[in-house]
């Protein structure tokens, strides 16, 4: 059974940094491009980024681009995300998300980041 | 940057009816489109994948169909548990930004 579940969501003031990790299990983790999704309260979901399975390439938001990194280690299945400079705005339910031929298959539960003062 | 537009926002549909949402894609996707149902306090379960493939264990009652800009999810019999917000994405391989739409609320009648 695939899971994955996410940690390291707290409160941190604007301006301030978090990193994010998501534990992966029941299938071959370094096959597969993982993606990390946000949902603000009451709000849609919003991509934010991907990593392909050797973390050869990355991709990202604008709405984050040059303030968060992706990253992943497989020898112990789990993927990060690096979030600097961090803004009101970030406030959101972060999700670990695994791809399937391109598509979003499995979601974790997801952590909270609160950016407030 | 391709840019996913749900309508309507809201939907009210009464148990057992049909239910169509929508969504529209800024340029063509062909049918690398996606949908997902969000329950609250619940991740996104992926319901259609290929603009019309439901995905393991979905029932017959939910069906997608469309390419290129604009797709549909039809729900043929609203059932209770089918009440949820549903998001469609787009994955088209390049740039590999995968945009949802803004959701569509389907709410008890």
């Known amino acids: 059974e695939v899971q994955l579940v996410e940690s390291g969501g707290v409160v941190v003031q604007p301006g301030g940094s978090l990193r994010l990790s998501c534990a992966a299990s029941g299938f071959t983790f370094d096959d597969y491009t993982m993606h990390w999704v946000r949902q603000a309260p009451g709000m849609g979901l919003e991509w934010v980024s991907l990593i392909t399975w050797d973390g050869g390439s990355t991709f990202y938001a604008d709405s984050v681009k040059g303030r968060f990194t992706v990253s992943r280690d497989n020898s112990i299945n789990s993927l990060y995300l690096q979030m600097n400079s961090l803004r009101t705005e970030d406030t959101a339910l972060y999700y670990c998300a695994k791809e399937r031929g391109k598509l979003i298959d499995y979601w974790g539960q997801g952590t909270l980041v609160t950016v407030s003062s | 940057e391709i840019v996913m537009t749900q309508s309507p926002a809201t939907l009210s549909v009464s148990p057992g009816e049909r239910a169509t949402l929508s969504c529209r894609a800024s340029q063509s996707v062909s049918s690398n489109l996606a949908w997902y149902q969000q329950k609250p306090g619940q991740a996104p379960r992926l319901l259609i994948y290929g603009a019309s493939t439901r995905a393991t264990g979905i029932p017959a009652r939910f069906s997608g169909s469309g390419s290129g800009t604009e797709f549909t999810l039809t729900i043929s019999s609203l059932q209770s548990e089918d009440f949820a917000v549903y998001y469609c994405?787009?994955?088209?391989?390049?740039?590999?930004?995968?945009?949802f739409g803004q959701g569509t609320k389907v709410e008890i009648k």
């Open positions: 994405q787009q994955y088209k391989n390049w740039p590999p930004v995968r945009a």
